[in-house]
């Protein structure tokens, strides 16, 4: 059977573990009306039981299918003809691919028989060849299906009759499942920082390629991006300008545009539903403004390109401005728009969370509601409010269609938000985009550049951390 019924009857096999292993449980007690006599309850000794019987054939199972396709390649390289096994490692593959598709027809048999029957000229030959691996293909698949169900099925029943030649009175079953569920967290947490170095190790490596090409220097202080091969010598591209000065001067001024009006828009909103609103308006407008961030990002995008950015432009011309058809502005104002539902949200729940009893003791001591709100609640819910800003310009930073859509694909330097800028993942998608040779400078800038990206989000987070530890209120 294929990977996918294997683990459906391994599901089910699952929970008949957990049936079976309650009454084996009940059977060593004694039956039901002694199940009191057990150091556990019968329900954990079938969780355990269902633990023991799912995890490691479900362990086998993925480790088998990591390594099952290249172990019948290799079987199948052996069986090839000697010149084919000659081949190089690309040509090689491009064979095996050809192969693997002619193993998905069902027809081989029938197409090795037509051949046969015909004179056997150089290109029946090969046809022939080429028909009879995909054949073993074939074959090697359905043994190694057959090998795969018999394996794990084998581990999962042998796991359950191990264990339930354990069960006693005394046997410690709860302990044992806890043991287990608190190895598979400390394995999820393992993998996650596993990931985490994965990711950092393989754009740091890319990066160390790059800066073997580019200097430093020029990659950080350069003012001139113009990563493309141009036509002419004399062009700015024609080695190559790698200078990211203007990528992230337009990360940094659509974020700050954005930030500008989510931080007191959101915040103000956040203030209102927690304090001021009523509990049926605060349950019918928080659920709506939660409702933006659900909203696809190219919708924005579009909203920007289409409404925004003509309105400001017709705004600008109307006071004597030149305004870009693409501009900084309508992609801050969109994305700040799009950002105050992760404002204003966590924002409302760090505000709530303040104890009630210091918003008493303010009010009781005479100050106003407004003044409550700025002087008590606002520094105790600080913390709070710093993680929900932090997130906010995380996302802003990280946004791309807007940007590609509203502020366009034009690297420039400067300060004006009513020019065309784009940003650093822009600019990491468009480098991307395409078949690309990932031993070329043009490739491996998109890696220092988020390498760059990934130490300045480590920095805003490192402040973040210094702000909340040195404003932090401390509560009984």
């Known amino acids: 059977m294929n990977s996918s019924l294997l683990f459906i009857t391994l599901l089910c096999l699952t929970f008949f573990s957990y049936w079976f292993g309650v009454k084996r449980s009940l059977k060593v007690a004694g039956g039901a009306e002694h199940k009191k006599n057990l150091t556990c309850l019968p329900q954990q000794f079938g969780l355990l039981t269902a633990m023991v019987c799912g995890l490691p054939a479900l362990i086998t199972l993925l480790i088998f299918n990591s390594v099952e396709n290249t172990i019948i390649e290799q079987i199948l390289a052996t069986t090839l003809p000697a010149n084919i096994q000659a081949l190089s490692t690309i040509d090689l593959g491009l064979y095996l691919n050809n192969i693997r598709s002619i193993a998905s027809s069902e027809t081989i048999t029938n197409l090795i028989k037509s051949i046969e029957n015909q004179s056997l000229n150089n290109a029946n030959l090969a046809t022939l060849e080429q028909l009879k691996a995909a054949l073993t293909l074939k074959e090697l698949h359905q043994q190694v299906t057959w090998l795969k169900t018999s394996l794990v099925l084998v581990v999962a029943i042998t796991s359950v009759i191990v264990l339930v030649r354990q069960f006693s009175i005394t046997f410690k079953a709860r302990q044992k499942a806890e043991a287990i569920i608190r190895t598979l967290l400390v394995a999820s947490s393992g993998i996650a920082i596993l990931t985490t170095l994965g990711i950092v190790i393989s754009v740091l490596f890319e990066s160390i390629q790059f800066f073997r090409s580019v200097p430093p220097t020029e990659f950080m202080f350069g003012t001139q991006w113009s990563p493309q091969t141009a036509m002419r010598v004399d062009q700015i591209g024609g080695s190559g300008s790698f200078g990211a000065v203007p990528l992230f001067a337009g990360t940094l001024l659509i974020t700050f545009i954005a930030m500008l009006l989510a931080v007191p828009v959101g915040l103000m909103i956040a203030i209102y539903l927690s304090q001021y609103a009523n509990t049926k308006l605060r349950r019918v407008a928080k659920p709506m403004l939660e409702v933006l961030a659900g909203i696809p990002t190219v919708v924005y995008g579009f909203f920007a390109a289409l409404t925004v950015a003509p309105v400001i432009r017709?705004?600008?011309?109307?006071?004597?401005?030149?305004?870009?058809?693409?501009?900084?502005?309508?992609?801050?104002?969109?994305?700040?728009?799009?950002?105050?539902?992760?404002?204003?949200?966590?924002?409302?729940?760090?505000?709530?969370?303040?104890?009630?009893?210091?918003?008493?003791?303010?009010?009781g001591m005479g100050a106003t509601k407004s003044e409550t709100v700025i002087k008590v609640l606002?520094?105790?819910?600080?913390?709070?409010?710093?993680?929900?800003?932090?997130?906010?310009?995380?996302?802003?930073?990280?946004?791309?269609?807007?940007?590609?859509?509203?502020?366009?694909?034009?690297?420039?330097?400067?300060?004006?938000?009513?020019?065309?800028?784009?940003?650093?993942?822009?600019?990491?998608?468009?480098?991307?985009?395409?078949?690309?040779?990932?031993?070329?400078?043009?490739?491996?800038?998109?890696?220092?550049?988020?390498?760059?990206?990934?130490?300045?989000?480590?920095?805003?987070?490192?402040?973040?951390?210094?702000?909340?530890?040195?404003?932090?209120?401390?509560?009984?």
Do not use: C, H, W
């Not at 700040?336 to 505000?351: K, N, W, Y």
């Not at 400067?414 to 065309?420: F, V, Y």
């Not at 702000?467 to 932090?472: D, P």
């Open 314 to 363: 017709n705004l600008g011309e109307s006071f004597g401005l030149s305004v870009a058809s693409e501009s900084a502005l309508a992609a801050g104002l969109v994305m700040g728009t799009m950002i105050i539902p992760f404002v204003s949200s966590l924002s409302e729940d760090a505000i709530s969370a303040v104890p009630e009893s210091l918003k008493e003791a303010s009010l």
């Open 378 to 476: 606002l520094p105790a819910a600080l913390p709070g409010i710093v993680g929900a800003i932090l997130l906010a310009i995380s996302r802003a930073i990280g946004e791309t269609m807007i940007v590609v859509m509203a502020a366009g694909m034009a690297a420039n330097l400067t300060a004006n938000p009513l020019d065309s800028v784009t940003t650093v993942t822009v600019q990491i998608v468009t480098l991307l985009t395409g078949d690309q040779e990932f031993d070329s400078p043009k490739t491996l800038a998109a890696f220092a550049l988020g390498l760059m990206l990934f130490i300045t989000t480590l920095g805003l987070n490192i402040l973040a951390l210094k702000v909340v530890r040195k404003y932090r209120e401390q509560y009984d």
